[in-house]
């Protein structure tokens, strides 16, 4: 049985990936946490663990309305407690390292009507501090690897699943109470936590190194995530063409607007075959059923 360490107690994804291995893997791995609020777990023994999984860190940062002290405070989690972990677990004999970065490296999406495709030559290019912070990491962090310390990086898209923060909730308020949606043709890559929690079990059960792109198996648009999430809630909604020009005209608008608009509506895409690692499946969760699980409905 692997031994696996979580850094940072109470987090959404380090929660979930507990849960997932008690209930579909419960003789695999033996899972202990530790809070990384203070300094206290420098003083931990890292010796007896396989693998040291990083999930501390500061995320969801509103750029536009941050202090630059807050912006320190980023780059001071973000990055380097991350590296210092990792230091602290190759020290200590740990040989394999994950850390959670984002698909936040490579920018921004692509405005309405333009498609952004992450290739695996594709440069990471991070718009903002908050992507900054995940990308000094990563680079950090996989500085370190050498024969006896692997390290994997994982760089999601936007995860989401029952209890999460960030976009999804918003969609999903969206669509339980709008009457109609716009029928927008856009793209977007996204990953459910099941999905994520068994791409995690595959990993540190191969205990390899590497960058990785887990991701669902299907792009997502935006109108048929929000369609399925009203079906759950048995909430009619009208989505139609008809409303797009107004989607076209916001995202054109300079400031907060046009940010919201391509947030929602843009194009942002890994290319499929840069998520394919294993030869077990983790992506047990379609799009239907991602949504009914995150909505608390039977499959």
């Given at each position: 049985m692997r031994k696996v360490l979580i850094t940072g107690v109470n987090s959404y994804i380090g929660t979930s990936f507990e849960k997932w291995m008690a209930k579909m893997h419960p003789e695999e791995f033996e899972i202990d946490t530790i809070d990384m609020i203070d300094d206290r777990w420098k003083d931990k023994d890292f010796s007896g663990y396989n693998a040291v999984f990083h999930?501390?860190?500061?995320?969801?940062?509103?750029?536009?309305?941050?202090?630059?002290?807050?912006k320190v405070l980023y780059y001071k989690v973000n990055r380097d407690l991350a590296a210092e972990t990792a230091k602290k677990a190759k020290r200590d004999g740990v040989s394999q390292f994950?850390?959670?970065?984002?698909?936040?490296?490579?920018?921004?999406?692509?405005?309405?009507?333009?498609?952004?495709?992450i290739k695996k030559n594709t440069k990471p290019h991070p718009s903002n501090f908050y992507g900054d912070s995940k990308w000094q990491a990563d680079r950090k962090i996989r500085e370190l690897e050498d024969n006896g310390f692997h390290v994997a990086i994982l760089r999601p898209p936007m995860i989401y699943g029952r209890g999460s923060?960030?976009?999804y909730p918003v969609m999903a308020k969206l669509a339980k109470w709008m009457p109609l949606f716009p029928k927008i043709e856009n793209e977007r890559s996204m990953l459910h936590v099941d999905n994520l929690c068994e791409f995690l079990f595959l990993l540190i059960k191969s205990g390899a190194g590497g960058v990785y792109f887990p991701q669902n198996s299907e792009y997502v648009k935006t109108y048929e995530i929000v369609r399925e999430i009203a079906?759950?809630?048995?909430?009619?909604?009208?989505?139609?063409?008809?409303?797009?020009?107004?989607?076209?005209?916001?995202?054109?608008?300079?400031?907060?607007?046009?940010?919201?608009?391509?947030?929602a509506f843009g194009n942002l895409v890994y290319e499929k075959s840069m998520s394919m690692c294993f030869d077990e499946k983790y992506q047990v969760r379609n799009l239907k059923e991602s949504v009914r699980v995150t909505e608390g409905k039977r499959l």
């Open positions: 999930v501390a860190g500061l995320a969801h940062a509103d750029v536009g309305h941050i202090t630059e002290e807050q994950v850390f959670m970065s984002s698909m936040i490296v490579y920018g921004d999406s692509a405005p309405v009507g333009k498609r952004k495709v923060k960030g976009n079906k759950c809630a048995g909430h009619k909604i009208w989505i139609t063409r008809l409303v797009n020009p107004f989607v076209w005209i916001a995202g054109k608008v300079p400031g907060k607007m046009s940010v919201m608009v391509n947030k």
